[in-house]
């Protein structure tokens, strides 16, 4: 998401007008304006005013980066160097896995606040997805919860097991 993208959607989210952010954060109208249109960029200093004026903050998590692990008759996956995080409405939301995912029951919603659909879309998402469906749909931390009952191919277990096992020694 770029800069632009990030300060619009931080006062979409808050429910304010470009006059209103302007206001609080101290600045004008027409450079918000510039900023949001990506006419111009905002020093970090100024973004993270404009964000706490929306009732956000500027954060730096780390980067999800995706490796190739080999799966049984030269199958290959990509599986994420470390577990991503969703926002909680995200990762709680209903949501309609796209076609790819979910063929044979095309439109069929899933309540991700549900334990056993939640587990049901991890399972598909870890043997069939790709990585942006791996960050569109799994947090983490209830991947971790749910790992020891997920129903899952041996080998597509053993490609995730590191980034798994790795999340729960850094919990300890």
Do not use: C
């Amino acid at each position: 998401m770029n800069t632009a993208d990030l300060l619009t959607r931080a006062r979409h989210d808050a429910r304010l007008t470009q006059i209103e952010l302007a206001t609080r954060a101290r600045t004008s109208r027409p450079t918000l304006s510039a900023y949001e249109h990506g006419r111009t960029s905002p020093t970090l200093e100024t973004a993270a005013r404009l964000l706490a004026a929306a009732g956000q903050q500027l954060t730096a998590v780390p980067k999800v980066e995706f490796v190739e692990r080999t799966l049984s008759r030269g199958r290959t996956t990509l599986v994420p160097t470390i577990l991503p995080r969703l926002p909680l409405r995200q990762a709680l939301a209903t949501i309609t896995l796209p076609l790819h995912l979910n063929w044979s029951q095309p439109n069929r919603e899933f309540r991700l606040a549900e334990r056993d659909r939640r587990a049901r879309v991890y399972e598909i998402v870890l043997r069939e997805g790709t990585p942006q469906d791996v960050l569109t749909y799994i947090d983490g931390a209830l991947l971790v919860d749910l790992w020891d009952s997920l129903v899952l191919p041996r080998d597509v277990r053993a490609a995730w097991s590191a980034v798994v096992d790795s999340a729960l020694d850094g919990a300890s």
